[in-house]
């Protein structure tokens, strides 16, 4: 079967909302333009824009949980972002220049008994994944439906923050691959490592509110807890909806 490219995500505030796209332009060794360029910094960070840093210093799903219902939309001539959630109106601001007017538009959705949201942070050239080094993730649309027939139910597959989904793999196919290289498009990745998950992906990402147990699940039913596959770019190159995928 066919390995192809589902979906193309990319996330311009870390944690705060994803953007689709059809089509995209990847470096070496760089992450997906404008993913993660951003991330929202809570009161007890330790991030100064200097160097990357690890995902506790900054305000995500993992601890509140209506963040995973942001939706955004990024204006790359003028560097403004639009957020979209159910519950509040739409925001377009400029996370360099108006981190105020974006901190009291999201503290509703805050938890009070967490840490609250304080600033914005970028570091230039580096995009604030989960990983040190410059990474993007891969996701399988037949992984997520095999933990979905654990619950009975369909699983966003929104609630993964992937870069790329994968469509006609088998379920956990992804994981053979560690220390192989694939090309998608013109580009070609280094799969390096699974993705242990957060308890952010436990959320509808439709409404941010708590659903599904996939952590207990995937402990349960697949011994891990594990989705995904991080890659990096080894060759430069566009790809797309619907490309196919090679393994080299």
Not at 94 to 120: H, N, T
Not at 159 to 177: A, K, S, T, V, Y
Request: hydrophobic share 40%; proline share 5%; glycine share 8%.
């Amino acid at each position: 079967m066919t390995i192809s490219v589902a979906a193309l995500w990319r996330h311009p505030i870390k944690a705060h909302g994803r953007e689709p796209l059809q089509r995209v332009a990847l470096e070496v060794g760089k992450c997906m333009p404008w993913d993660r360029h951003w991330a929202v910094t809570h009161e007890a960070t330790k991030a100064d824009g200097s160097e990357w840093v690890r995902c506790i210093n900054f305000s995500r799903g993992a601890s509140a949980p209506q963040l995973m219902a942001l939706t955004a939309r990024l204006n790359e001539a003028d560097k403004t972002v639009t957020l979209s959630h159910p519950d509040l109106w739409d925001l377009t601001f400029d996370p360099d220049a108006d981190a105020a007017k974006f901190l009291e538009w999201v503290r509703p959705i805050m938890p009070p008994q967490k840490r609250q949201s304080v600033g914005i942070v970028k570091v230039p050239g580096v995009g604030l994944t989960d990983s040190s080094w410059p990474s993007i993730s891969i996701v399988n649309l037949a992984s997520n439906a095999a933990l979905g027939e654990t619950f009975g139910t369909s699983l966003d597959m929104d609630r993964w923050r992937g870069n790329i989904h994968l469509d006609g793999l088998q379920p956990w196919q992804e994981f053979d691959w560690i220390g192989q290289t694939i090309r998608i498009g013109t580009a070609e990745f280094e799969i390096r490592e699974r993705i242990e998950r957060c308890s952010a992906t436990t959320v509808d990402p439709a409404t941010g509110n708590y659903d599904w147990d996939t952590l207990k699940h995937l402990r349960d039913h697949f011994g891990h807890k594990d989705f995904g596959v991080k890659a990096y770019v080894i060759k430069a190159g566009e790809i797309a909806r619907g490309d196919t995928v090679e393994v080299l």
